[in-house]
């Protein structure tokens, strides 16, 4: 961003967010730089006006980039673009129009086109300058683009369909494929996700979800020695919604807190109906737990007072990533729930971020070793001394291991050779209902395990 005096700034800024444009006197002419993106969207308005009378197209674009410099706090939203940025977007195309945010992001489009195709090659040629070194106050910087357009035609017809089309389409770019056209299937994926979350709030309002259990076994006796309990969906037509796509649709849709919870309220039900009839002595009832449910105000208090509710249950939390954010508070938390008596685990041990600098300050009695790992642990070497690297280092830090994602009895032979005690899988039992579950333990109590 360029540097005005403040008063003019702050001026600008007034008239910005009561949805106004600039006047000539604070900013100059913003039919050559916008400053907003009201002013963007109003030059985006005429230039479709004028494509559609030369029987002409034109490009929107989202630039995703690393942040450079001094963030602002002023200015948390979109401004005028800096002008070493502007300057290298119009090397791919001089009629460039656009805005950007400290934070990284570059909202803009590129008038006149002729022909469908000179979209994709001026995204080929926004990529291509984009990441050579922008120079900023004197400093080389490589700001790492992620780049998406969408083209005017029937499928985004107006200002909005485009800027929205172009940031569905940068939601799909990769370090590998820094740029992206737009595709209408993206806007069928953005419906469906929406649709799922939607059908996802009203089965959590209606608590038509219902609760799978998996045993863990102990991989040498072939004992039940713990109890996974998972939230499980399926539509009214039958379909059963994924576990990957259940979490994702919930992570959006902001309902794993009341997910978390209701599956923690139907396992205890049944756990504790187990234990009460004799069926298990004592159990160890394990539950998925997001960071941010942690977060919850009341998390600790609610998951406190199950710990405290019968000595023969003990609750286990199995965090399903580690966090980044907030880190010290979560792990503070449940460290606390470790003192008053629940099993903290660690899931996709092995597999995600962990910060080894800080062991000693690790809330976790467990370590969940990611499926991932076991699946090619007989047919692959590497993948075998990797699983007892994991193993070890789980035990250096004093955590029971489980291996999660057993599928086959040599996977679970091999697993005991290399000193894992525990393990789960379909080898042993798939997820199964309350019913089933209770069924399965009268057999492993009358000496029938199938395990």
């Not at 940031?167 to 056209?181: C, D, E, F, I, R």
């Not at 992570?251 to 209701?262: E, H, T, Y």
Request: proline content about 4%; charged content about 25%; hydrophobic content about 40%.
């Amino acid at each position: 961003m360029t540097q005005r005096p403040n008063k003019l700034r702050n001026a600008a800024k007034q008239r910005l967010l009561a949805g106004l444009p600039a006047e000539q006197s604070e900013l100059g002419s913003w039919q050559e730089r916008p400053y907003s993106l009201q002013q963007l969207s109003a030059l985006l308005d005429a230039e479709i006006d004028r494509a559609r009378a030369e029987n002409g197209s034109l490009v929107v674009f989202r630039i995703r980039h690393r942040p450079f410099g001094i963030v602002d706090d002023e200015f948390t939203t979109f401004t005028e673009l800096r002008p070493e940025l502007l300057a290298a977007l119009r090397r791919a195309h001089s009629g460039i129009m656009a805005i950007g945010s400290p934070q990284g992001e570059i909202v803009g489009f590129a008038p006149r086109l002729r022909r469908q195709t000179d979209g994709a090659e001026l995204l080929v040629e926004l990529v291509r300058v984009l990441s050579e070194p922008v120079e900023i106050d004197g400093l080389s910087n490589l700001i790492a683009p992620r780049i998406g357009c969408a083209m005017l035609d029937h499928d985004n017809p107006t200002s909005e369909a485009l800027f929205s089309a172009a940031k569905l389409a940068v939601q799909n770019t990769t370090a590998s494929h820094p740029g992206t056209m737009f595709q209408v299937s993206q806007r069928h994926r953005q419906l469906h996700q929406t649709v799922m979350a939607e059908t996802l709030h009203q089965a959590v309002v209606e608590r038509s979800l219902s609760t799978r259990y998996q045993p863990d076994i102990d991989l040498s006796t072939g004992a039940i020695v713990a109890i996974k309990a998972y939230a499980h969906w399926s539509t009214e037509d039958g379909r059963v919604i994924s576990n990957q796509e259940l979490f994702q649709t919930a992570r959006k849709a902001n309902l794993l807190v009341p997910i978390g919870r209701q599956v923690i309220e139907e396992a205890l039900r049944s756990t504790y109906s187990w234990i009460t009839t004799g069926l298990v002595g004592r159990a160890t009832l394990w539950v998925n737990v997001d960071p941010n449910e942690v977060l919850a105000p009341d998390f600790e208090a609610a998951m406190t007072k199950v710990i405290r509710f019968d000595e023969r249950l003990r609750l286990g939390l199995e965090l399903t990533e580690n966090p980044v954010d907030d880190q010290a508070y979560i792990y503070e938390v449940l460290r606390r729930l470790r003192s008053a008596g629940a099993a903290i685990a660690l899931g996709g041990f092995g597999t995600g971020y962990l910060n080894l600098a800080g062991a000693s300050e690790f809330p976790f009695t467990a370590a969940k070793i990611d499926r991932t790992l076991t699946r090619q642990i007989v047919s692959s070497t590497a993948s075998a001394k990797l699983v007892r690297a994991v193993a070890d280092l789980a035990e250096l830090f004093g955590l029971e291991v489980t291996a999660h994602g057993i599928e086959t009895v040599e996977q679970a032979q091999r697993l005991r050779e290399i000193g894992c005690a525990i393990g789960q899988g379909f080898h042993y039992a798939r997820p199964m209902t309350a019913d089933d579950m209770r069924e399965t333990l009268i057999q492993v109590r009358m000496g029938r395990t199938p395990f």
